[in-house]
């Protein structure tokens, strides 16, 4: 099966959506207007249930097969937030809220699987129940962890559950997958140097928190290349060196770092959070000064069940072509982690073309993506729930 034609015929259509929801993003669950939209149109492509405020701004809609002899449930998750980003794109379309934008194309996420509603809508050519979820918050606000929660999978007897993002760099409409973990744990930390200010002039009567958070820095490098095994992957990042005084002259009495954490198996993630916070308040420690830890945990590593990840790749097969089904490892977070925590499901990547990376201020969804990826959400439905 490749395109189908029923979504190049809509392409022109979903790309009016697509570029509505990029000229008015939303950030993490304020939401109001991007969920109505998803609302008005699922309830105008005749969804047999739609349902608002799941996991609080999320929506949730639900399409019956012909028939439902099988008793399947097959779930397909979109996300629809937005970014902290100053679009710098110059497109007519381009966002219309100073310093909030679609910089990671889950404008394209929502308009695709708005358009897979469409057509399932119309032509319930399957055996079962198909629910869409449109979800807010992924940009670090845990939605999918919040629907999750909310009872979502329980309500809807979801048993397995999709999801799509596009990547930069891969050719428009060409698919990657992985079976297990496929993108990382993502955690942060906050450490508060303290030490003794004074005048620079007179280093020796000071505890000079600017060395000692210097040597707690180069220390927290030696997590990953001397206690993490060589075969595993972890990123540590201090990306914030931030003193009390603005000052030449002035030694800081307390210095901030912040910075991440990437990881994707839980023994390493537990490892480099032990051997951090150690290091952080010995190396302190050794200077005469404190060191404060406060490491957060965000999102669990995502991973990829090993026989819906092969289901996926062959729908995307049948779609493309081909799939690349040994895609790199992403170091980046998802918290569509939470859903497959859930329920067996797996999470595949569409091309974008030669275009600028995710979360940069030049960033645009292709809509030369589209057909593509709305034939994977449909082939997904239609394979795994076979009209009877």
């Known amino acids: 099966m490749p395109i189908k034609n029923r979504f190049a015929d809509m392409q022109a259509e979903i790309t009016g959506w697509r570029r509505h929801l990029h000229e008015n993003p939303e950030l993490l669950f304020d939401t109001p207007k991007t969920s109505a939209f998803i609302t008005e149109k699922l309830k105008e492509f005749g969804c047999d249930e739609v349902v608002g405020k799941i996991g609080r701004t999320g929506v949730v809609a639900v399409i019956k097969g012909k028939t439902d002899t099988s008793g399947k449930v097959v779930g397909l998750r979109a996300d629809f937030d937005a970014l902290p980003i100053l679009e710098a794109t110059g497109l007519d379309y381009a966002s219309k809220t100073p310093g909030v934008m679609h910089a990671c194309g889950h404008d394209g996420h929502t308009a695709m699987l708005l358009g897979a509603a469409k057509y399932l809508a119309e032509t319930r050519n399957f055996d079962g129940t198909a629910v869409m979820i449109f979800q807010p918050a992924e940009e670090g606000g845990g939605g999918g962890k919040e629907m999750v929660d909310d009872g979502m999978m329980e309500r ?63 220390a927290l490098q030696s997590i990953v290349s001397r206690n993490v095994d060589p075969v595993e992957q972890a990123v540590v990042s201090v990306t914030s060196f931030e003193t009390e005084s603005k000052a030449f002259n002035v030694i800081p009495q307390t210095v901030t770092l912040r910075g991440t ?114 034939s994977w959400w449909a082939e997904m439905v239609e394979s795994r729930m076979p009209a009877s």
Request: aromatic share 8%; with cysteine; glycine share 10%.
């Open 261 to 374: 954490v990437r990881t994707l198996k839980g023994e390493v993630r537990d490892l480099v959070e032990e051997r951090l916070i150690k290091l952080a308040e010995a190396t302190a420690d050794a200077y005469g000064a404190t060191a404060l830890v406060n490491y957060i945990r965000g999102y669990p590593a995502m991973v990829n069940h090993e026989a819906e990840t092969e289901l996926a790749a062959a729908s995307a097969a049948k779609v493309s072509g081909e799939c690349d089904t040994d895609a790199p490892l992403v170091m980046g977070g998802e918290d569509f982690a939470y859903m497959l925590q859930a329920r067996p499901g797996a999470y595949i990547l569409i091309g974008n073309g030669d275009t600028a990376m995710v979360h940069h201020p030049e960033f645009n969804f292709n809509d030369e993506a589209i057909p593509a990826g709305c």
């Open 156 to 218: 809807w007897n979801v048993q397995e559950v999709y999801g799509m993002h596009n990547w930069p760099g891969n050719d428009v409409g060409t698919f990657a997958i992985r079976p297990g973990a496929f993108f990382a744990a993502t955690d942060t930390f906050e450490i508060t140097v303290t030490g003794k200010g004074g005048h620079a002039a007179k280093p020796d009567t000071t505890i000079d928190t600017t060395v000692v958070s210097s040597h707690i820095v180069l």
